[in-house]
């Protein structure tokens, strides 16, 4: 069964221009420059940072309507965007910011139970320098997609 992560996950993917952008790909996975669960595309062979995005599900939250909507949900995924911390990776995350909101903002898809889920954007972080990945900057970019669990009669 996909996932809300999937779904998104498939649509971005299906961005050509997006995936010249982010040359780090797109996982749905923290990114690690070696061993188990590595990442070893979204690192150059000096292991420096390529522009990439890892797509985190937030769970799922009842939607305040769910009394006149049932079985109505809201859920937050993020999508982080990771660059060099170079003046050209960040140029490549506002560009892959601006083609994400192009790709999602409105877009609707059928989840697996059913009924469809309708995706915005509700935020974003602003650049900042990485803890994680030293050498690099991130943002991510805030999804709200709400649905419902099942068809109700």
């Not at 070696?34 to 990439?52: C, D, I, K, S």
């Not at 960040?90 to 790709?103: D, M, S």
């Not at 990945?133 to 991130?138: H, I, N, R, Y």
Request: aromatic residues 8%; contains cysteine.
């Amino acid at each position: 069964m996909a996932t809300i992560v999937d779904h998104i996950n498939t649509r971005l993917q299906s961005s050509a221009s997006l995936l010249g952008t982010l040359s780090g790909g797109v996982w749905t996975r923290e990114l690690k420059r070696t061993g188990p669960g590595a990442t070893p595309g979204a690192f150059g062979p000096e292991g420096q940072m390529r522009p990439a995005a890892v797509i985190a599900d937030q769970g799922d939250n009842l939607h305040p309507q769910a009394a006149a909507i049932p079985s109505a949900y809201s859920s937050f995924p993020q999508i982080y965007l990771y660059a060099p911390a170079t003046e050209s990776g960040k140029q490549a995350i506002a560009g892959a910011f601006g083609q994400i909101v192009t790709l999602l903002e409105g877009w609707t898809f059928q989840t697996d139970a059913g009924p469809v889920a309708f995706v915005s954007i509700v935020g974003r972080l602003g650049l900042r320098d990485s803890d994680e990945l030293p050498g690099a900057v991130f943002d991510y970019v805030r999804c709200q997609v709400v649905a419902r669990w099942r068809e109700v009669a």
